[in-house]
C-alpha cells in the first residue's frame, strides 16, 4: 500500500529539521522499503536531526500513520517497535475494512509487533504510538514474551512499563503458557499439505501456519487451531500468521498480520489479486468465513482459496 503523500507532507511540516525531514521523505519513498530500519539508521537519523533517540521514535510514530487505512474512523495512527533480539526498528499503521464489523480492525501496534515477529524478532523492547494504545493492544502487547519488561513511548511523557499500563492484567501464564513459549517465541508445528502443491502462495501460507502461535492450552481439550495467509499481488507473496490471545479478542487474524505486511511492502498500484489461507484440518476456530468476509471488501474483488494442514507425522 502505497504512502499517503498528502499526509506525509503534513506530518513533515512539523519536523523542525530540514535535514530530518529530507531523510524522512527519501526514506519513505525509497523502492523497497518495509517499514524496517537498524539501531545505526536510526541513530543516524537522529543525529540528523538533533534529536534524541525517543524524539525520533515518536517521528517516526508520525511517519508510520501515512501507511494507515482508516477507511471508517479516518483516525490515522502509527506505531514504531523496537525487536529485543537485533534492537531494529519496525512500523505499523492501523487499518480498516469498509463494510466490515468494527472488530476486524487492523491496530497499529499489531502491525508493528507483526512486522517484528515476521522478521524473526522474539521479542519487543519499546513501542512508540502516536496515540495512547487502547485496552485491547494493552491486552495485545501482554501476550509477548517480553510483556513484562515491555516499555511504552507516547509524546509528552518518558517510557512507562507496559505493566504499569495494564496492572492486574490477565494473560498467557493463566492458562499455563510461560513466558518463554509465549507470542513472537519461536514455532514450529511440523505440518504439510493435505493435498501437495508447487504453488508458492500456498507455500508460503504454510510456512506462516507453521510459525503462527495458537497455544494448546487455549482450547480445552487442546486442539490445534493454527493458521496462515498469503496475499498475493501482481508481483509479490506477503505472508501473515496467526497470533491467537488468552483474552481471544484481542488475537491477530493470520489475514491482518498478511495485511500489515502488505501495507508497507506493496509497491503503487500493486493490489491484492488472490488471498490464500492454510489452516489446521479440523480446527475449532475456524478462520475461513471471517478471512473471506474482510477479502470480499478488498478492491478488485480478490480471489480467496483455503487448504487444509494436517500433522507432518500423520
Not at 530500519?37 to 534529536?51: N, P, R, Y
Amino acid at each position: 500500500m502505497p504512502a499517503n503523500l498528502p499526509l506525509l507532507k503534513t506530518v513533515l511540516q512539523k519536523v523542525p529539521s530540514e535535514p530530518l525531514r529530507n531523510a524522512l521523505s527519501a526514506m519513505v519513498n525509497e523502492t523497497g522499503f518495509e517499514g524496517v530500519l537498524t539501531k545505526q539508521e536510526a541513530t543516524q537519523l537522529a543525529a540528523k536531526g538533533g534529536i534524541s533517540l525517543n524524539q525520533l521514535l515518536l517521528t517516526l510514530a508520525e511517519v508510520a500513520k501515512v501507511y494507515a487505512v482508516p477507511s471508517i474512523s479516518n483516525f490515522y495512527v502509527g506505531a514504531i517497535a523496537q525487536g529485543a533480539s537485533t534492537e531494529s526498528f519496525y512500523m505499523g499503521a492501523n487499518m480498516e475494512f469498509a463494510g466490515e464489523a468494527l472488530s476486524f480492525t487492523l491496530h497499529a501496534e499489531q502491525a508493528a509487533t507483526a512486522n517484528a515477529w515476521n522478521n524473526e524478532e522474539e521479542g519487543l523492547k519499546l513501542i512508540a504510538v502516536n496515540a495512547a494504545p487502547c485496552g485491547y493492544c494493552r491486552q495485545f502487547l501482554y501476550e509477548i514474551t517480553t510483556a513484562k519488561k515491555l516499555q511504552i513511548l507516547l509524546a509528552g511523557s518518558n517510557p512507562e512499563p507496559l505493566t504499569t499500563l495494564l496492572p492486574q492484567a490477565f494473560g498467557p501464564k493463566d492458562l499455563g503458557v510461560e513466558e518463554a513459549e509465549a507470542l513472537m517465541s519461536s514455532q514450529f508445528h511440523d505440518l504439510r499439505l493435505e493435498e501437495e502443491t508447487e504453488d508458492n502462495a500456498v507455500l508460503m501460507a504454510l510456512v506462516a501456519a507453521n510459525q503462527s502461535y495458537a497455544p494448546a492450552p487455549y482450547t480445552e481439550p487442546p486442539h490445534p487451531c493454527y493458521a496462515g495467509v498469503a496475499i498475493e499481488t501482481s508481483a509479490q507473496i506477503f505472508s501473515g500468521r496467526l497470533a491467537d490471545n488468552a483474552a481471544y479478542n484481542p488475537s491477530l487474524s493470520p489475514l491482518e498480520a498478511a495485511m500489515a505486511m502488505w501495507t508497507f511492502g506493496a509497491a503503487p498500484n500493486e493490489p491484492v489479486t488472490r488471498v490464500v489461507l492454510v489452516q489446521s484440518k479440523g480446527t475449532v476456530a475456524d478462520q475461513a468465513k471471517a478471512t473471506e468476509a474482510v477479502v470480499e471488501t478488498l478492491p478488485g474483488q480478490p480471489a480467496f482459496e483455503q487448504y487444509w494442514a494436517v500433522p507432518a507425522a500423520g
